[in-house]
């Protein structure tokens, strides 16, 4: 996949979790919040858990344009967005977002992570702790954080993504199958390749998730269960 296919899928990824977000929760404050995230979200890679909409109400707006510009001519603008708005305006999200994917196409991956984490905190100071729209950047970090080898760092992304989906889902929805089946999967493969923890906590851990995995499983029909099996499996970053 080239550089702009890698930025404009984020991009997308990221909007329709937005869109997917509460219109009540944030019109309470800002009747027009909605309409802001949806242009300063839009953008980054292969994605191992975000879905893309599933009917024409959902789908995205039309992919977005990226401006071509040097990595140095990106970091003036970010600092010109600084000085003029301050340091966590949410029109720095975009910026940060295709920067980190740039980064990273280079093989730069902690200047690409910082910039990652950097989008991350702009977005809970403005969108709040749980928003959908966090979903594509944490998955971003995970897969990061694999390519640098910082084991301990997966984990606990994997295990932060998995809060954001219960708190955003619910407890007991359906939608948390696929999650719960990439989070047995990559405590299963810590374990076996010896990348991170202690294996006994790490087991106990899978075992846990994966008996969620089932009691949730029960209360929907075999179809459906089938069909998010398939998913997950399609889903897991191998």
């Not at 603008?77 to 280079?106: D, M, N």
Request: a negative charge; glycine letters at 4%; aromatic letters at 8%.
């Amino acid at each position: 996949m080239n550089l702009k296919a890698v930025i404009v899928s984020l991009l997308l990824i990221s909007s329709f979790c937005v869109q997917s977000q509460s219109k009540e929760d944030t019109s309470k404050n800002n009747p027009q919040s909605d309409e802001q995230e949806k242009s300063y979200i839009n953008v980054v890679g292969p994605q191992p858990f975000s879905k893309q909409p599933e009917s024409p109400e959902e789908a995205p707006e039309p992919e977005p344009e990226i401006e071509e510009m040097s990595q140095d001519e990106r970091l003036a603008l970010i600092h010109a967005l600084e000085e003029e708005h301050g340091p966590h305006h949410q029109s720095l999200i975009r910026e940060l977002i295709i920067l980190g994917v740039k980064y990273a196409e280079q093989g730069s991956n902690s200047k690409a992570r910082d910039a990652y984490l950097r989008s991350l905190e702009i977005h809970r100071v403005n969108f709040g702790l749980h928003s959908p729209g966090k979903f594509a950047m944490v998955e971003q970090l995970i897969i990061i954080n694999r390519a640098m080898g910082e084991w301990g760092e997966v984990n606990k992304y994997y295990e932060y993504l998995y809060w954001l989906y219960r708190r955003h889902y619910g407890e007991d929805s359906i939608e948390l199958v696929p999650m719960l089946s990439a989070l047995v999967a990559w405590k299963t493969e810590a374990i076996n390749k010896q990348l991170y923890g202690n294996g006994e906590t790490l087991f106990k851990e899978a075992q846990r998730a994966s008996r969620r995995a089932r009691d949730i499983n029960k209360q929907y029909d075999d179809n459906r269960q089938l069909e998010l099996e398939l998913e997950a499996q399609a889903l897991t970053p191998q």
